[in-house]
């Protein structure tokens, strides 16, 4: 009975570990877990011990798949070559060379010269804008090489031929074009223009470039280079009115000052004789003279006006050739110091020509028939005056009067741009092929 109540008597719990507290998570997760089982259970429990799977450090491959792939490499050694001996032996490499190779140190030598050729042609055509006298191949040529070779990488090129249209000038018709891309694009122009053309020629004085692997491939043993050309064409003539100071002299002032275009003093660095500059009148004031007509249903009053700005002293001109402007007799800050930087540089300025005029005040508009050259050597404005710096003195009748001082020349616009309009000693040279 003792003995009955020894065995049924009340056993202390056992804690099992997964029982237990745990002092920290993330040391349980790092050590393996082993589940105990009640002492009668054991005879039927299979221990099981949770072992940790092995995981590979980021972006490394685990120690089976290294393996596999170190097999599949291993059996593709040798392939490349086998690969690159083929193509080699077959000519595609050599081929494909010869593509990269000798076409793009063409199209590199086909570069140069046009570039050559580009700025030859601009230099020797504003040569013959401002003389025809020196407008002939032998005085020509040394112009238009030295800028060829200037474009040149090895500084050596060939000017091939200089030619082109141009009254009153030495210059021979051009030649047929070529049939293949050395040709100038575009027709020639109606009007007169320069046309220059450069051809390889190295330092050695070969005129072939010659080929790196070209001569390499089978049946093009007897290769020995190619020669590049380039064409440019430029063109010059009066420009269309399309911007400029926002001052506009009158078609009548400059038929009076130039005799219609037959008299043009010398233009900076040289300069006229003393006397040679004449005032141009405020077209508002007294004055002023007035001319026989102007464009149907326009007037064409002497003088100069001030025309609206869309900059600094700066004047764009409507696609119809007219602009607005103003009859007041005072000038803007901005074309004081315009006028103010002329004066004391004497440098030409392009300025507008007008032949017609409407309305008054604010609601003036202006017709311009072309661009001119002029030099302004002072003028007489309110609170604002200079001195003429080629006579000496005030060119206006009175202290009252307001006038302009100077003289229409002839010059080369130092910018590009469309070629149309009538011819008052302005001239712009363009690339047109």
């Known amino acids: 009975m003792s003995r009955q ?102 199209y590199v030598e086909r570069e140069e010269l046009q570039s ?34 200037e474009n ?25 074009q070529p049939d293949n891309l050395t040709r100038c694009v575009n027709d020639p122009p109606d009007g007169e223009y320069i046309e220059v053309r450069t051809t390889t020629e190295l330092s050695d004085g070969s005129t072939l470039l010659p080929p790196i692997l070209a001569q390499t491939l089978l049946g093009n043993e007897g290769y020995e280079g190619s020669t590049v050309g380039a064409c440019a064409r430029a063109a010059f003539g009066p420009p269309e009115p399309a911007r400029g100071l926002a001052v506009t002299l009158s078609m009548c002032e400059w038929e009076k000052l130039t005799g219609v275009g037959t008299v043009y003093p010398d233009s900076p660095p040289s300069y006229p004789p003393a006397g040679t500059d004449k005032p141009i009148y405020l077209h508002a004031t007294d004055g002023a003279e007035g001319c ?41 800050d901005t074309c004081q110091t315009a006028l103010k930087s002329y004066y004391d540089s004497r440098e030409v300025l392009f300025i507008p020509v007008f032949d017609g005029v409407q309305g008054s005040g604010a609601s003036t508009t202006y017709h311009i028939a072309g661009m001119a050259a002029f030099v302004l050597t002072g003028y007489r404005l309110p609170a604002f005056g200079e001195k003429s710096w080629l006579s000496g003195t005030h060119l206006c009748k009175s202290a009252s009067e307001k006038c302009l001082y100077g003289y229409f020349t002839q010059a080369l616009m130092p910018v590009t741009g469309p070629i149309g309009g009538p011819e008052l000693g302005a001239t712009v040279v363009t690339l047109v092929g």
């Open 5 to 106: 109540r020894g065995r049924h008597r009340l056993r202390p719990p056992r804690l099992h570990l997964r029982h237990a507290a745990l002092a920290d998570p993330r040391v349980v997760r790092q050590r393996r877990r082993r589940f105990v089982l009640p002492v009668w259970q054991r005879g039927h429990a299979v221990l099981r011990l949770n072992r940790p799977t092995a995981t590979a450090a980021p972006g490394r491959p685990s120690t089976t798949r290294r393996g596999i792939l170190h097999s599949v490499r291993g059996d593709d050694r040798g392939a490349v070559a086998t690969i690159v001996a083929i193509l080699l032996a077959g000519g595609v490499l050599l081929g494909m060379g010869a593509l990269v190779l000798d076409v793009g140190k063409l």
């Open 116 to 149: 050559g050729a580009d700025a030859a042609v601009m230099a020797v055509a504003k040569e013959c804008a401002q003389s025809t006298v020196g407008c002939v191949v032998s005085l020509l040529d040394g112009t238009a090489q030295y800028y060829a070779n």
């Open 152 to 176: 040149a990488k090895d500084g050596a090129s060939r000017v091939s031929v200089i030619c082109g249209r141009l009254a009153d000038s030495g210059l021979p018709a051009c030649p047929d």
């Open 292 to 332: 026989p007509a102007g464009p149907s249903g326009w007037d064409e009053p002497g003088g100069f006006g001030w025309l609206d700005e869309s900059g600094p002293c700066e004047a764009t001109i409507n696609e119809d050739g007219t602009v607005g402007g103003n009859t007041g007799v005072s000038s803007t």
